[in-house]
């Protein structure tokens, strides 16, 4: 189901709080239709996986809809889907935002030498401090703060060949996904980002990502978990800026489903 209203990415940490019944700081409202979701269901959901790919603005998840078949099956099985404004066009702002529910220059973290720095703590460790066990399969340097804070840290080293990084990000997705005690799951694959600011192959690169949001999937229906999917900012594609300008500011969808 495609709704209509826009949102903010922002709204996601607020929602899994609201979800998981935290307490956390923001301005931005959770999505009512996603706690509905998420509670109609028999049984309740236990754990969430979010799973931000980088780059996937929503012209480029209606673009290569054939490649990214997964995803849109999730939609048109009984999943949401939402076209969601963001806060900036980098990524490491944009994580923080969707961990924190705060506009980057309230969370600080704009740049990779601000991680770990920020003293506002991410939906993850909010849910830590709670009792409640999290999880993130992310880059090492985003790891970096999470060590020690959170249950489960699966830090991935930046590498050139990117679907092997992704590869192993899916792999630790679905592995922690067997501990049963686990509420929240976060992980981020990059490689569609990887190929549109090199000018590689994008279908190839949308394929790949496919291919894992379905192992990731398969996982999550096994434990009848909740799945958030949501791109960070407008895919960077360097033939399509100009034209980008002209229009209004991209979007990027947030597709939750029970696979
Ligand atoms: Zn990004």
Known sequence: MFFMQTLSLLQIAPTLAKFFEVHLNSQARPVEQILNFAYSRKPVPKVVVLVVVDSL????????????????????GDGLLFECETVSSHTTPVIGSIL??????????????????????SIMEILEDEGQKTAAAIETKGAEPLW???????????????????????????????KQDLRL?????????????RGGDLSAAAKATNKNIKAITKAVGERNGLLFICGDHETHLKDRKAKQALHRKATVPLIVCCP
Not at 185 to 197: C, G, N, P, T
């Open 185 to 197: 799951v976060f992980s981020h694959l990059r490689a569609i980002d990887r190929f549109a600011h």
């Open 57 to 76: 603005d929503f012209r480029f998840y209606t673009d290569f809809a054939d490649d990214l078949r997964v995803i849109h099956e999730c939609v048109k």
């Open 148 to 178: 020690g804070r959170i249950s489960y840290v699966f830090a991935v080293d930046d590498r050139e060949d990117i679907f092997e990084y992704d590869e192993l990000i899916k792999k630790h997705t679905i592995s922690v996904l067997k």
């Open 100 to 121: 924190t529910g705060l506009k980057p220059e309230e969370h600080g973290i704009l740049t990779n030498d601000d991680v770990g720095k920020s003293k506002i703590k």
